[in-house]
């Protein structure tokens, strides 16, 4: 059974950097493709980032330069290290792995 738990969340100053992490269990961990995802209340959910198993990287226009997503394929966890976070960086962050399988989300406040 596919399990994602993501990790890191909290309360952070605008400027401020965190880290979350996302552990994965299943064996297909190394050869998918995985996602961050956020969502505010109310708002649809918004891609952030990708990483394929080969380690190629894309990001959102909002957090390129600013987020780095990377993978360690040997301990089944993706990782999300947010720098110079913004009050409009808060939101609920989710782990998708394949399009198909969601972690429960870790939350993320950047206070002004």
């Known amino acids: 059974q596919v399990q994602l738990v993501e990790s890191g969340g909290g309360l952070v100053q605008f400027g401020g950097s965190l880290r979350l992490s996302c552990a994965v269990s299943?064996?297909?961990?190394?050869?998918?493709?995985m996602y961050w995802y956020r969502q505010v209340p109310g708002k649809q959910r918004e891609w952030v980032a990708a990483?394929?198993?080969?380690?190629?990287?894309n990001y959102a226009d909002s957090v390129k330069g600013r987020f780095t997503i990377s993978r360690d394929n040997a301990k089944n966890t993706v990782s999300l290290q947010m720098n110079a976070l913004k009050p409009e960086d808060t939101a609920v962050y989710y782990c998708?792995?394949?399009?198909?399988?969601w972690g429960k989300g870790t939350l993320v406040t950047v206070s002004s």
């Open positions: 998708n792995m394949i399009s198909l399988y």
């Open positions: 299943g064996s297909i961990f190394s050869a998918a493709t």
């Open positions: 990483i394929t198993s080969g380690g190629s990287t």
